[in-house]
């Protein structure tokens, strides 16, 4: 059960990941190959364009056309791409800067080690320095380069790192609780406080800082960061924004256009109505709590995940269990190199995120585009959508946390556990389990949500009770869904449903599900051998205790019998896990104790005669 975008396990997609290698060479049989030629002529020239709004969507379109797609990204390379983007971070727009620095580290290894040669964190940081000098749209565009430029890069978090008077600005900035600089004309600017978050996660990113400075005495996440998010992602209704931004979207489209009313042929308008300029201070107040979110889902990631010792001999069996010898001291985090670690928060500070969470996982009417048509107004559309998944990402972090800690007190308030429960359910309820095109974040949601709901799972085990339209819906994910890792997480959480005492109907429910994905007599497992792992675990954990009432569906049911069954298929495909792949070592060792307490499982139900 993995975290969300856990800090020292982020990593931004690298589509050099996919190799090419298979290519033939030259830009003539890169066009022939790609699938995406006929794109890449009008985004090269709308990367020109003197419309911010059309060089903002170039700028994106470049980082969705390269994802995965080598012949795309070996024929923009040699449009010189690169230049293009380079060019586009000195443009005058925010957006536009911010979304050609997200598209240059994730062209090539080349490009970002070009953007790291040419040092921009002193230029950067110049802005931030200067702050009450200039006008709030560089400063906050410089922000956001350094954001970006410092996510697990190491030539820019050194950069940043090396110099006390960096660190102490962005400290200042972070914790500054007036206008961030003396020419802003609106002192209720957004961007303001986009500018102060912005800064906490510049520092969450090169932490731990490096003494003997000042800053490096302060408490990041505890002192910093979560006093100055949690505000930001409380503040805000979600509803209240989306009916504004409706309200905002019918006036304008009411009003006559004056590029409509202009001759043919003649430059368009760069006047914006109050309702444009409404809608986008709007957006920038969405877009703010959004990375607030985003920075929050590395705080709550406290406690790190559970570790494997693997042996150092291939004959040595003596790993550890996957889910014990967890670090627990959490405050003492070493500087590395490779991998910057932020300084953790403290568990007790998680439970007071929960209730601003639940409230932005809920949809409004303009979280996600109709069925059969387009949004009234796509950029508000996207980013209240991406504000529930990050926001769900956040709560599915918290509970793993709080699960790893077993605080008892919090464990022990079962009607906090059904608020939450519920709170999930009824988001994912009003998503609906419709698919299709222009839905994706839909499916998107539901994908992270099953991972929140098992960790909710692991921390009131027992108390939940399985209600049966929830239990099919989760199967039904189970079983359609082609992603290993979300087939974990159902299973995980149907374990936890399954363990409600009183609940005989659906410990039945889902125990038969579970022994559907076990091999039999010969028939291997028609799931993959981490799901058939995680449903062999889940069976021995549901049944360990004998004296539960839903044990009569033990014995009624001859479970026993269809364990028996499947012990010489889960020991063969224990034998097929490759050692030698990413993670197969990892994987090998939980299987081969999974394998054994199965095993031992057996004869301990043998034994009892039950």
């Known amino acids: 059960m993995g975290k969300s975008q856990k800090k020292r396990a982020m990593r931004r997609h690298n589509p050099m990941r996919v190799p090419d290698s298979h290519l033939p060479h030259g830009l003539a049989s890169a066009s022939s190959t790609s699938s995406k030629s006929e794109a890449i002529l009008p985004i090269l020239q709308k990367m020109e364009s003197p419309d911010a709004v059309e060089r903002k969507w170039a700028c994106v379109a470049v980082s969705n056309l390269i994802q995965n797609d080598p012949s795309t990204r070996r024929l923009l390379q040699g449009k010189n791409i690169v230049g293009a983007l380079i060019t586009r971070l000195t443009d005058n727009e925010e957006e536009v800067i911010v979304e050609a620095a997200g598209s240059l580290s994730e062209t090539s290894n080349k490009a970002l080690d070009a953007i790291n040669n040419i040092r921009l964190v002193p230029f950067l940081m110049s802005f931030l320095g200067a702050r009450d000098k200039l006008p709030l749209a560089p400063v906050t565009a410089a922000a956001h380069c350094l954001y970006v430029l410092t996510d697990d890069n190491m030539p820019a978090i050194s950069d940043l790192r090396a110099d006390a008077g960096y660190l102490s600005c962005l400290l200042d900035i972070a914790r500054s609780t007036e206008v961030p600089n003396g020419k802003a004309k609106d002192p209720s600017d957004p961007r303001s406080t986009t500018l102060k978050v912005l800064c906490s996660g510049i520092l969450r990113n090169v932490s731990p800082l490096p003494p003997p ?29 989306s009916a504004k931004a409706l309200e905002l979207v019918t006036i304008e489209n009411s009003e006559p256009k004056i590029e409509k009313l202009s001759l043919k042929h003649t430059p368009g308008s760069d006047h914006r109505s109050k309702e444009e300029m409404e ?54 985090e070493r500087m590395e190199d490779d991998h910057p670690a932020a300084n953790s928060a403290s568990t007790s500070f998680l439970p007071t995120l929960v209730a601003p969470l639940l409230a932005l996982i809920q949809p409004t009417s303009l979280s996600f585009p109709p069925l059969a048509a387009p949004s009234s107004h796509p950029p508000t559309t996207s980013v209240l959508s991406a504000i529930h998944i990050r926001a769900l990402e956040c709560l599915n972090n918290i509970f793993l946390s709080l699960a790893t800690g077993r605080d008892a007190n919090i464990s022990a308030d079962h009607d906090a556990g059904r608020k939450v429960w519920d709170g999930v359910w009824s988001a994912l309820a009003t998503i609906g389990t419709e698919t299709g095109l222009g839905q994706e974040r839909r499916q998107d949601m539901w994908h992270v949500a099953v991972g929140a709901l098992w960790g909710i799972g692991n921390m009131w085990k027992g108390s939940l009770v399985p209600n049966e339209e929830q239990v099919q819906l989760l199967i039904q994910l189970c079983n359609t869904t082609s992603d290993e890792r979300i087939r974990v997480q159902c299973i995980g959480t149907l374990e936890c449903l399954a363990q409600h005492p009183q609940s005989i109907d659906g410990n039945k429910l889902i125990s038969q599900h579970l022994l559907s994905l076990l091999p039999s007599d010969g028939t291997p497992s028609p799931t993959g051998i981490e799901s058939l792992i995680q449903a062999t675990s889940a069976l021995i954990d549901i049944y360990s205790d004998e004296e539960m009432p839903y044990d009569v569906n033990f014995r009624q049911g001859d479970y026993l019998a269809r364990l028996i069954s499947s012990v010489e298929g889960v020991r063969k495909a224990v034998r097929g896990i490759d050692k030698r792949k990413e993670g197969g070592k990892e994987l090998r060792l939980r299987a081969e104790e999974v394998r054994d307490n199965l095993v031992a499982f057996v004869q301990y139900r043998k034994h009892l005669g039950v």
């Open 279 to 332: 809608l986008a201070r709007l957006e920038t107040t969405l877009q703010t709590v959004q990375l607030a979110l985003e920075i929050l889902t590395g705080v709550c990631a406290t406690l790190p995940d559970p570790k494997i010792q693997t042996p150092e001999k291939e004959d040595e069996e003596n790993g550890s269990d996957e889910d014990e010898d967890l670090d627990m001291d959490v405050g003492d």
């Open 213 to 241: 400075t000042a800053a490096s005495f302060v408490d990041i996440d505890n002192d910093v960061v979560l006093p100055l998010l949690q505000p930001v992602i409380s503040s805000v209704s979600l509803f209240d924004a």
